[in-house]
């Protein structure tokens, strides 16, 4: 069969060059528009279930919401894993799905159990996350202002730039946290509600309903009609104010009777800075499968647009954290190993083949066998990103291989003929080199070809990581035997047919000069066969010894242009707190030279998937190439932050820190879980492990998770002296609630002798 395609391939020696040439537009025009990211979609399906608690601690948070949400989900089928968060307020529960299974099914099947979930009362019922991905946080944008407010900073960005963001094809979700978020607030004086003899339960009915509209259908006039509306919704705080709680003796009783009505900052659970200011910071995260530089682009071109819109003093910085970034550095580094190892391969192959038709034949071999590897990539929906292009620059050199041996058979054939007094025919002398060499060039690829094929094997996390790298290689390799049975020869025939061209070109000097080492060298070793096996056997031996000492990493270390520094603080601590910390470590930071920048985020922004308490802060640092190194930089941020008393620190990179989170649900790059029913037993005992790894070399950042108690205010109900005025639990949980979500933390029941009576601190 392989010699029919190989005489095939003469005898249509146009058509072949032609489709050859088509390819090479045709894969040129698809390698161009592919999506390009910096890893294969390593995620595994996973629907992330969000649930608001209000009110809740993090202990009634995970047994009464998060439990019962985990306990219906682990029976969905093909779920591997499922974990949760609870902190204050909030539960998030991961659902992971086999690799597999397609993310709109696995949605389907997460809304289908979430309907057998039992929620306390009052608790709203579960959302589901967008879908994204780990590696989907592509940027974070800084938006600040000299003089315009903070609060209208921050309202300006929910209700103008997030919306704007949002209709950005590729976007998933943005999440804001910083700056103040506006609200229309009523404060109520406990001793005048209780003059009034109201309750704050009555000022809360008559404030919702106090804003409100309403439909009365329609007016009918002859000839025409008129939809009837009641407006009742109120634009002021003066609206509030003037909203009337009850009529006595024919005197309406006013909210602003009992309350101070007011435009304020709500209660906060995060905050943001750039640079040590405070500052809105935004998390763009973008779908599956999107092109993170064409996404990126037109997220700033979405900004540009938006930006003449904005009061003049607003400030947008969309280079607080680009994904793109690194993309783009780890592309063009790829991109250029292709191109000087494209050129190191053709100064080899003139050196060696002497003539720059044979060089220009064998050369052809690679750009089409690198299109035809993107093209393989294309139809497998794998998009260019470090592995793939790995792939392809780990084959470039093995590309021309085919190729070169069958050009140098047919050049030699082609020399040997033309000093016949009757040379055969060239299609003929083509073909039979061709064929000559067919079987070598085949099983070589073969072989290179089963080397590879393992990574196959490999599952979970390493096989989505390996598979592309492999299958790029294989596919360009694959590529560049078909193109050397059928590219090969036809262009033989054109560049390689005048017999004249022939006769004037033999080896060329350095061949020449080689082959004369060559076969001194060759004798020599055939006469010592036992020495040469013997050292072999030797150096082999010394290479499987040297085998287990080598470190196992599951990716070399990344220079991502940035760092991902995580503060602890005990918990406990107050978000202001928090904050001051937060701008001495960025003050801190800022000693490196070659820091540029740093962008905080403090606690948990609205719609985050991650319950990050108030005690805690993340911080990406942009850096500038320098003279020193990534591990000096990262040392002297270690030496620099060990300096600030009472925090704990992690030092990573962006990247990294997300593939160690994605690996084993932690930022660590190694963690151990212990499980068991008693919390002091494990907190000791993981003291204990943290101890005897501290003594470990190589060991940074090393800390344990803080499993301690949160600092609460307990309100303590007494059933007898409830009994006797008549007062339920869910009386004193909803007065208790409504009074300390405002401002007024000593709000009475119905007088101050009852509240004295029932509860106790």
Partial sequence: MLDRIISWSIENRLLVVVAAIVLLVYGGIVALRAPVDVFPDLTAPTVTILTEAHGMAPEEVEALVSLPIESVMNGTANVFRVRSNSAAGISIVFVEFELDTDIYRARQLVTEKLGQVRLPTGVPAPVLGPISSTMGEIMLISISAAETSAMEVRSLTDWVIRPRLLGVTGVSQVMMVGGEVKQYQVLVDPARLADHRLTLEEVSRATAAANANSSGGFLIRPNEEYLIRGRGR??????????????????????????????????????????????????????????????????????????????????????????????????????????????????????????????????????????????????????????????????????VDDAI?????????????????????????????????????????????????????????????????????????????????????????????????????????????????????????????????????????????????????????????????????????????????????????????????????????????????????????????????????????RTNLAQIPGIITEVGQPMSHRIDHLLSGTRAQIAIKLFGPDLVTLRNQGEEIRKAMATVPGIVDLLVEPQVGVPQLQINMNRAAAAAVGLRAADLAQTVDTAFNGEAVSQVLEDQRTYDIVVRF
């Fill in 234 to 399: 109120v634009n002021t705080a003066d609206d509030i104010a003037n909203s009337v709680i009850t009529v006595r003796n024919g005197i309406p009783i006013l909210i602003k009777h009992v309350a101070d009505v007011r435009i304020g900052a709500g209660f906060k659970r995060g905050d943001g800075s750039f640079n040590g200011k405070p500052t809105v910071v935004a998390t763009i995260w973008k779908q599956p499968n999107a092109n993170t530089l064409e996404l990126t682009s037109s997220i700033e071109s979405a900004l540009a647009e938006l930006k003449p819109t904005l009061p003049a003093d607003i400030t947008i910085v969309t280079a607080a954290f680009r994904q793109s970034n690194f993309i783009e550095t780890a592309i063009g580094n790829l991109q250029g190993a292709l191109l000087q190892g494209g050129i190191l391969v053709a100064i080899v192959l003139f050196l060696f083949l002497g003539n720059f038709r044979t060089t220009f034949i064998s050369l052809t071999a690679i750009p089409l066998s690198l299109i035809s590897g993107v093209l393989v990539m294309n139809y497998f929906g794998l998009g260019m990103n470090t592995m793939t292009l790995g792939g392809l620059a780990i084959a470039i050199g093995e590309l």
């Fill in 405 to 637: 041996i069958d050009v140098e058979n047919v050049y030699r054939r082609l020399r040997l003929n033309a000093r016949f007094a009757t040379p055969e025919p060239l299609g003929k002398v083509i073909f039979r080199a061709s064929s000559e060499i067919r079987n070598s060039i085949v099983f070589a690829t073969l072989i290179i070809v089963l080397v590879f094929l393992p990574l196959f094997s490999l599952g979970g996390f390493e096989g989505r990581m390996f598979a592309p790298l492999a299958l790029a290689y294989i596919a360009s390799i694959a590529a560049s035997l078909i193109v050397a049975l059928t590219v090969t020869p036809a262009l033989c025939y054109y560049l390689l047919g005048r017999s004249k061209f022939i006769r004037e070109h033999g080896d060329s000097r350095l061949v020449t000069l080689l082959k004369h080492y060559y076969g001194r060298i060759l004798v020599w070793t055939l006469r010592r066969p036992y020495e040469i096996i013997g050292a072999s056997v030797l150096l082999l031996a010394a290479a499987i010894a040297v085998g287990p000492l080598m470190g196992r990493e599951f990716l070399p270390p990344f220079n991502e242009g940035a760092l991902n520094i995580n503060v602890t603080l005990p918990p406990g601590t107050s978000l202001d707190e928090s904050n001051r910390i937060g701008m001495t470590v960025e003050e801190v930071l800022h000693r490196t030279p070659e820091v540029a920048s740093t962008t905080r985020r403090t606690g948990r922004a609205e719609l985050d998937e991650h319950a990050a308490g108030v005690n805690q802060s993340e911080i990406e640092v942009v850096t500038l190439a320098g003279e020193r190194s990534r591990d000096e930089v990262m040392e002297e941020v």
